[in-house]
């Protein structure tokens, strides 16, 4: 039995150990079938989960980001971006001249060319290079100055253009400001040379000014409250800017300017203003004084009082006030300048009454972002008398009435907002002598602190 | 002569008595979000429009005019206006507005920018030191800004800061529920490859994931030269893009030459309130940005 018992376990065993592949082959294939099952699913799982992951990131992401907006202090600015240092800039100068005529012989009838009055040196010449610096003073204080390096006679020579502080935020409109800076005269005039459309300075400011007006002294300026752009203001200076003259106790000149402006829709702008500048020169000598043969130059003097009177008027022109790719600019200014006084040498005295009057009208047209062309014409007249002609002829006064005229035709190259090269072509009428034709190719570029952009 | 007199005192004794608070905005978006945050109690100016270049304005005289009755500057910063603000600010002699005062608000001040310059050169173009300044991209900037700018129109109007504040709960509330929508909408666009013509889509770009492959101003705010373009061209061949996109201030050239050598989409994106007719308030601008993505993305 014991046999049998072992037998039938070993039967079974051999039974059990031959049956087992084959169930074995059936589960296997089953497993297989169900793990690749389950993979298909946990794919379409893991998909949806992860649409399902994405979606809620963007919602949590979402409001995340919106609990870190609500739950940020307030009023602390992240940065602050006052640094002490004061905004560096420099412009950077140069230009190739030349002339039909000699430029030692030029005259301007009717006027006395004074300072920097005259052409440019011919041939390649450096040009002014500034260096102007700015910053708030203090809370109530801004303060600026303009340096410009340049050549004289073969030596370099460093002039103050500007150096003034000025109240930041006086309130109820009104600014004060103190130093030397240029005259609130005119459009032109306040701003620096190298932010004018032309090479050279218009005829008139070269006539009246030796190019440009400033004043040692105060200014106040005074903003309308209203929608309409009015400014009221007025300078006092020293008087000794030419055309003033001399060391005057108190004040030597004084200036009055009435400004206005705004917007007509979105693309057109404007700006008109008049202004009246006052002095009474001492002593104020004429360079185009004649050598009497004794060796020592015997310079004409005038004593008496100076009225300049102006108007202006710009107008600009962008597509949706837009100025960066296209833009026009006209502007207009006209002088007026009546003197009263006396002239007078070592030898003669004379009374004098002269008028010099003129202005100029240019338009610039911006034609691609790179790209601005623009026209310029300039006309003067005068209209001096003396009791003695010889006095003016003495001080190089050219008392015919010939009305000087120039043409102005400029093209200007602009790769970016801080360099420019610019080509210009003038045909100038400014004495009765000859015609001169007159060629500039002048760079412009400026680095440092980025330029403001003024109106 | 004296009636003219007379009526031209009145004028300018009447003008600033005005009680509401006067709001001088130097883009379009903050005075759409001025406008949602302080409604009928705001008199709005915005110094820009939708369609100009605020790196490029004058301080004209109409501005100076507006900026000496402003009692609160509401501005991007980050140098956007470094240009023509400070002579307003200067000009206008108005102490409410200035640096540090309490009428002074600069955005950007209050966001984490993006793409600061490792190095500051000009070579490499108008680079902004501070960082890029045109926050307004991205929702989630506006809501941060808005929250700061609602705090000070309460501190500088007391009188009315229970209707500020009101105005805030309400605008965050339909604002926060916009951006859902708007992300839901935008999933799509999730990872899709886009060129830019002008590097400053950064905060839209990482607020919708989109993804930057290709910018065609190689140097910032320098028109791109052909070579320049050309560049992009040859990487396109290699990872193609979906799109390029533009905003509608800018001239589109370079982007139209790359749609005719490549005929990729080109997309126009108003990038401000007023960019174009759809974008009228904040919350059509970001319907109209994402719907035109969408649009490019069919």
Known sequence: MKYINTLLALLIGVVLTVNTPVFADDISDLKAELAQMREEYENRINKLEQRLEQAETTQQQNQTDIARVSAQP????????????PAISMVLNGQFSDYSESDDDYELSGFALQGEGGLATEGFSLGESEITLS???????????????HDHDGDSEIETEEAF?????????????????????????????HSWNFADAPLIYRGLFGNQLSTDGLKLSYLLPTDLFIELGGSVGNGDQYPGSGEQSGIGDWLFYAKTGGDIGINHSWQASVSHWQTSPEDRKYDGGHDHGGGALDSVLFNGDTDISNISLIYKWAPNGNFKQQNI??????????????????????????????????????????????????????????????????????????????????????????????????????????????????????????????? | MNKIIISFLLVIVSSPTIADLNIFACEPEWAALSQELGGDKLTVFSATTGLQDPHYIQARPSLIAKARRADLLVCTGAELESSWLPLLQRKAGNAAIQNGASGYFMATDYVALLDIPSSLDRSQGDVHAA???????????????????????????????DFYQQRWQDFSQ????????????AEPLIGIPIVVQHNSWGYLFDWLRLKKIA??????????TIEDLNKVLKQLKITPAKMVVHAAYQSP??????????????????????????????????????????????
Not at chain 1, 334 to 339: A, I, K, P, S
Not at chain 2, 215 to 224: D, N, Q, Y
């Open chain 1, 165 to 193: 502080i000025e109240t930041l935020g006086l309130s109820n409109g009104f600014t004060v400001r103190a130093g030397r800076f240029y005259s609130p005269i005119a459009y032109l005039n306040e701003k620096h040379t």
């Open chain 2, 215 to 224: 910018v065609l101003e190689a140097k910032l705010g320098v028109t791109p």
């Open chain 2, 131 to 161: 960082g890029n300044p045109h926050i307004q991209t991205s929702p989630l900037n506006i809501l941060q800004v808005a929250k700061v700018l609602s705090q000070r129109m309460q501190n500088i109007d007391t009188d009315n800061a």
């Open chain 1, 135 to 149: 910053a708030s003073v203090d809370q109530l204080f801004f303060g600026q100055a303009t340096v410009a390096l």
């Open chain 2, 174 to 185: 339909r604002w926060q529920t916009a951006i859902d929508n708007w992300q839901q909408q």
């Open chain 2, 253 to 298: 050239r370079a982007t139209d030459w790359l749609v005719s050598k490549t005929g990729i989409r080109k997309v126009t994106l108003p990038f401000t309130v007023g960019g174009n007719d759809q974008s009228h308030d904040l919350f059509s601008l970001y319907d109209d940005t994402i719907q035109r993505l969408l649009d490019a993305n069919k």
């Open chain 1, 74 to 85: 307030i009023s602390q600015a992240v940065k602050n971006s006052n640094s002490f240092n």
């Open chain 1, 329 to 455: 600019t006209l502007l207009g200014e006209y002088f007026y300048l009546d003197e009263d006084g006396r002239l007078n040498n070592s030898a003669e005295l004379a009374s004098y009454d002269g008028k010099q009057y003129g202005g100029f009208v240019e338009g610039v047209y911006q034609f691609t972002q790179h790209w601005r062309t623009g026209l310029r014409y300039d006309r003067l007249g005068s209209d001096l008398r003396a009791s003695d002609d010889e006095l003016l002829t003495d001080a190089g006064l050219d008392f015919s009435g010939f009305n000087p005229q120039r043409y102005s035709l400029m093209l200007e190259w602009l790769p970016s907002e801080f360099s420019r090269i610019r080509a210009q072509i003038n045909h100038d009428k400014s004495s009765s002598h000859k015609d001169n034709t007159e060629f500039f190719l002048q760079y412009t570029a400026s680095i440092g602190a980025h330029r403001a952009h003024s109106f």
